[in-house]
């Protein structure tokens, strides 16, 4: 018997079809160890030893897997062909022999690209031993990961009140986000119009010419700048003769993009499909690891974790005849075109992403569901096209000059002489879509040929702030800097928004105020390591490990002795002095100039008071410098003209306009609960809340009555005619059908998601199984009496201190990082002496605080959410009356465990 371990139980059953009786597939839910959340796990005063733990959930399938082994011949570590991979391939194999379960077994690593018959079984017949320069950069990244999370993020818990965590490249995205709002803040719109003439050839032909000479000037953007400029263009060209005076044609050449990697899939599928990252690699997983066709369970792509662009040349030969069948010859090159990875880092490691089979026409595959079917078409159709001919297109150049020229106009246009990959691709656009670039083809014109001057017209326009960062655009300037890897993207920007350092308006990144203050404090006092240099130097070093060119511990000694020096460093640091630092930094976005040499400081209320970044135990905020007699706030961020950030006005009211139907004003306003929109006036107006993904600047009428007007009816389900309904509710936002709900990702898809992909969601299987337990907000070790941990948790009604079935708010205003042992043991003390469990004995030793890594959750997870420890009863109190039933405080659920690869 031999013994094959992979990491999903839906490749397991897989690839068990493949291997037949003699073989026994286990699955081990991605890792099965990794390094406590508590200080010491990795221990740099010992040459960087690190303390491995076997997880809960883990331990019955390490179990089973040791049973399967021992009395087996051959043992196949067949996890995912990456750094990641090979890392759980370490693990399992570290356990098995610390069980002494591999005696008289024989070892061996397998790995393949697709998961197909042939690649398995040829897999099986080539095993290896397992990379251990793979496995020394894993440690080294998890290593690196670790120390910046438990070291840093106490810091921040310290001196910046409110911030939760800080990651080693979870900062440097979020200063990326940051610094583009700045430059949006910063941006000064610029007025400019535009000049266009139509002109009729001697056959009637028409076409239009933009003006780019006036009075015998070449004219810059800018110099046309008001209408009456504009005014005096138009009536120089009107009072003159034209004609052409050249005609310039060049061919140009259209190239196929490469097939996907990672970053360009995710980069793509947000553009055409609209999918996040993260819901892109979900359904990618579920292609690679395989769908029924016709009855067997086939993987329908490669593996989708990779920076290269190369195919097999057996897949190659495979485009290229489907190409000659479907398109003909015309459209397939004398030779297999060939492709390098240009982002910077690529380790190349992999093949492109491609379907297993490029005669599986998406067409074909009924049993996908619409996603996976759009998401299949993509990858089907870039990989195909990327083997096909390129286009052939004619640019053509008119200038059209007048007789004294003064004034010269120009014209372009393009025309596709052959479309080559665009039959059947095209980047970023629909695929239906022709290329017409430059307005598409000019009538044939000769050089002097006389023409008829038609309507003259001109336009405003008005330059644009660059635009915020989508996921899109944020994973391809990650990659461009070499920043992460192609696995750690999806969760990287889903830790942001976990954080509450971002929120998304329009799927696009905004900081969040709190983001903008942890970036900037990291600028103050960590500058370095939030450098893209320096973070994409760090990767470089990572890859230089798994090529065996330094050693994971050179890099590892080498980061900590600086960065150990940066954090004691800022050991005497008080909160005031931070406040101070930020107020400096921040302040050219918190105060810019004023108008007519206005102070930007001056407190608009008192008049001599100097406004100044504060923080309060809820946030940032502008304060005046003479409280408490002057008493003016407003919040973190720059003001508008009267003084005030915010969208709605200082009486909480900002009128959005009328409604249409039924006449009655729609406002936004301010309430105790946050920010919400109503229509009219009375004793009981119609009222929606914001959405958390929604902010108040990004309401406009018809956003607030589309709010209004939920629940919105999706449609009748196709199998029982009943109504689904789309709508916004305490949880977020949902889709409801005959009592079933389901959850959707923004608030945005509640007003576009159609009956298809509701429908697709209905039919998905309820998520099953009890949440993951969630991490600690500080950890102060076991308690002196029993050794139980004692631990600051976050709950749904504030932070309160845990143990042993003990639950004890922390009173309103005390910041829960500053707590000490003492104060939480005597918190725990009272509740229990009210019968909230058993009675803690007092000591005096409060223990280092712990902090959560908060790049553990960069990558896709591995494996499932571990399940929630069932709460144990509290100890019953010898008292004459009996104690009522005290409910556990809710917790959050924690990121699942991650791979970094």
Known sequence: MNVVIVESPAKAKTI?????????????????????????????????????????????????????????????????????????SWHVLQILNDRHALKGVEVGRITFNEITKSAVTGAIKAPRKLDQEMID?????????????????????????????????????????????????????????????RFAAGDGSTFDARLTHLDGRKLDKFDINSADKAEDAKAAIERREFHVDSVESKPAARHPAPPFTTSTLQQEAAR??????????????????????????????????????????????????????????????????????????????????????????????????????????????????SQMNPARLERTTVEVASRDRQVILR??????????????????????????????????????????????????????????????????????????????YASILSTLRDRAYVTMDKNRFLPEDKGRLVTAFLESFFARYVEYGFTAGLE??????????????????????????????????????????????????LFPDGAEGKDPRACPSCGNGRLSLKLGKFGAFIGCSNYPECRFTRQFGIANDDGQKSAIGDDGIKILGDDPASGEKVSLRSGRFGPYVQLGEGEKPKRASLPKDLTPDAVDLEKAIALLSLPREVGAHPENGKAIQAGIGRYGPYIVHDGR??????????????????????????????????????????????????NIMDGRFGPYVSWNGVYATIPKGTDPQSLSLDEALALLAAKAAKGGGKKPVKKAAPLQAKAETADEAETPAKKPAAKKAAAKPAAKKAA??????????????????????
């Open 16 to 88: 068990n079809k493949y291997l037949g009786p003699g073989y026994t597939v286990l699955a081990s839910f991605g890792h099965v160890r990794d390094l406590p959340a508590k200080d010491g796990s990795v221990r740099p005063t010992e040459d960087f030893a690190m303390d491995w733990e076997v997880d809960a959930d883990a331990k019955k399938r390490i179990t089973d897997i040791a049973k399967a082994v021992k009395g087996a011949e051959r043992l196949y570590l067949a996890t995912d062909p990456d750094r990641e991979g090979e890392a759980i």
């Open 137 to 197: 950069a894993y440690l080294a990244r998890r290593a690196l990961d670790y120390l910046v999370g438990f070291t840093l993020s106490p810091v921040l818990w310290r001196k910046l009140p409110g911030a939760r965590s800080a990651g080693r490249v979870q900062s440097v995205a979020l200063r990326l986000i940051c610094e583009r709002e700045l430059e949006i803040e910063r941006f000064k719109t610029q007025e400019y119009w535009s000049v266009v003439g």
């Open 272 to 385: 055409k499909l609209g999918f996040s990252a993260q819901r892109t690699m979900q359904i990618a997983q579920r292609l690679y690891e395989g769908i029924d066709v016709d009855g067997e369970t086939v993987g329908l792509i490669t593996y989708m974790r990779t920076d290269g662009v190369s195919m097999a040349m057996e897949a190659i030969q495979g485009a290229r005849r489907l190409i000659d069948s479907e398109f003909g010859q015309a459209y397939l090159p004398d030779s297999p075109r060939m492709y390098k990875a240009k982002a910077k880092n690529a380790q190349e490691a992999h093949e492109a992403i491609r379907p297993t089979d490029f005669f599986r026409h998406p067409d074909k595959l009924r049993r996908l569901d619409p996603d996976q079917r759009r998401l299949y078409e993509l990858i089907w159709k870039r990989a195909l096209a």
């Open 411 to 488: 014209a372009t246009g393009s025309v596709v002489l052959f479309d080559g990959f665009l039959a059947l691709y095209q980047e970023g656009v629909d695929d239906r879509a022709k290329d017409d670039e430059d307005g598409g083809r000019l009538p044939k014109l000769v050089k002097d040929e006389g023409l008829r001057r038609g309507p003259v017209t001109i336009a405003q326009h008005f330059t644009e702030p660059p635009p915020r960062y989508s996921e899109a655009s944020l994973v391809k300037k990650l990659e461009e800097l070499g920043i992460g890897r192609p696995s750690t």
């Open 540 to 589: 470089e070093q990572l890859d230089e490990i798994s090529a065996g060119k330094i050693g994971w511990k050179d890099v590892l000694r080498a980061f900590w002795a600086d960065f150990a020096a940066a954090i004691e460093g800022t050991k005497d640091l008080k909160i005031s002095d931070v406040i101070e630092q930020l107020d400096q930094l921040l302040g050219p976005h």
């Open 741 to 790: 709900y389901v959850n959707l990702p923004t608030s945005e898809e509640v007003f576009t998601i159609g009956l298809n992909r509701a429908v697709s969601l209905l039919a998905e299987p309820p998520k099953r199984g009890k949440r993951a337990a969630a991490a600690p907000l500080k950890a102060f070790g076991d308690h002196p009496e029993d050794g139980k941990p004692v």
């Open 880 to 901: 004459p009356k009996k104690a009522a039933p005290k409910k556990a405080a809710p917790k959050k659920a924690a990121p699942q465990k991650a791979k970094a690869d």
